[in-house]
């Protein structure tokens, strides 16, 4: 499923939780997975949500470090 | 004849004082708890404090209160820790999370036995499975103020909730919005309506627009932390992140058989300054869990390599899943060495322990080799672990962060077809952190890798991993 992190639109597996569309987006911008567990989850709305939020398809979150 | 009427006044005036009440109805709301029973000593403390100041106060679940924490999952009952827990607290009622199913219906069924609160939701059919029937929907009477709750769980394409589909065999469930309406004559029966959901934030308030009969949605599913709660189309909608970090205490206020105002604040558990002792000491009680001293399987020579253990675990996941392939970050590897002698529950959930989801993947030979380079890039341990698969890894010389070649064979050495397709599993973590091209990205098979270990090490009794190595690494010459 498609999952738009920040500004960047990332694939990941069916079933993925906010914090594995995170690590993608920290992988595929080369920046260190570590930086998941400092920074913070927001829905579309600006709502936090934590890592182990449910996902689905066209879904937009933001990280902020 | 004028005191007669003068009294007639005064009776009318009593009456319609009487008439136009206000009452209050309380709520402790939590949601998605996920088994944090860590933090249920000061839950339980914060309920007292409520319930001192209002006896009748309602205590509701909007559903997961279980799944996440291996105290409470892998418990001889699995989840009985929660149950027992939220009947000391004093929960009134929960609502169906999909994490509910995860125990199949019978295991719910035997929950639902054991609980002393009400289980509500309306878009789950009665099935003989469950033993115990769940209620469509419950009508407190709070100090003379009815309050009616409508229940409903998530449902996903294939019209269940996201849990393994084996977990959900028997089972039938309908359209969340068609069934709440089915169930608004409620209304006209209660001073307050309430949909006790485990849908998600967006849902809640697409639902709102749709039920604007509804004066309360006590939300669950999505973990998005609201301030208090948010009013959506005339309805309050609360819902807090999970693992019992907040509850939400929500004040209803009804006059004339209808609520005149609602509000809800946070309140934070895991900095509460008080503790229930008795439950503190129950906590207590289910974190001397034996269970995890439980034998698996006997190690007839000891584990002395990050590669062995490796091999072992992606040998559990390839061979439960029946899967062709499997592999994992090295640094989901926990630790190098193991005694021979028995193999316990403690020892699965050292070796991993991030309660990792199992990733299973449709992938061409070549799609597997992309992502084996990109998990090697992307995990600061090296290459990874394998199963199903002999791989020789050449890095290069100048720069021996690169790869600068990686052959893959079968395990008995014949030629690997990078044209083929195969499944192949993985743990969730990795999945993530391999940013490589390929058409399958998996999908979850809602099973944990570690409960996968476990499986396999029963199944095999006795196991020797003495000499196997499956990944072999060397430097280039130029």
Known sequence: MKIRVNRTVVEIFDGAKSQHAVLRYLAHRRLPKSLLTSGRIYDAYGHE???????REGQTIKFKK | MKKLLLTLAAACLLASAAFAEKKEVHILSANDMHAKIENFPQLAAIADSLRALYPSLLIISAGDNRTGEPLNDLYEIPA??????MNMVGFDATTMGNHEF?????GLGELMHMSTFSYICANLMPAPELGVLPRPTQIFDVDGVRVGFIGAVQINERQTPDTHPDNVVGLSFTPVLETIEKYSSIREE????????????????????????????????????????????GVLITQNTNRLQRVTHITLTVEDGRVIDKKAENIEVETYPKKNKVVAEMVRYFSDNPEFQRVLATLTAPMTSYEQLGCMMTDAWRVETGSDIAFTNTGGVRYDQLPAGPFTV?????????????????????????MLIATTYNDTYGFPK??????????DKKHPEKIKELKITNPDGSKFDLKKTYKVVTNSYTASIADSPRKDQGRALNRTTASIIQEYLEHQGTIDYTGVERTFQSVSKK
């Not at chain 2, 009985?80 to 827990?85: A, D, F, N, Q």
């Open chain 2, 80 to 85: 009985y820790p929660m149950v027992v827990l």
């Open chain 2, 386 to 395: 394998v199963s199903g698969i002999i791989c020789n890894v050449i890095f």
């Open chain 2, 190 to 233: 209660c001073d307050a309506v309430v949909l006790l959901t485990h849908i998600g934030y967006d849902d809640d308030v697409a639902l709102s627009a749709e039920v604007p009969w509804a004066d309360l949605i006590i939300g669950g599913h999505s973990h998005t932390q609201l301030a208090g709660g948010e009013m959506h189309n």
């Open chain 2, 346 to 370: 403690s020892d699965v959930l050292r070796l991993d322990p991030f309660g990792n989801d199992t990733i299973q993947l449709e992938l061409t030979g070549q799609e597997l080799k992309d």
């Open chain 2, 102 to 106: 995860d125990s199949g219906a019978r």
């Open chain 1, 49 to 55: 949500i934590g890592l182990d939020a449910p996902l």
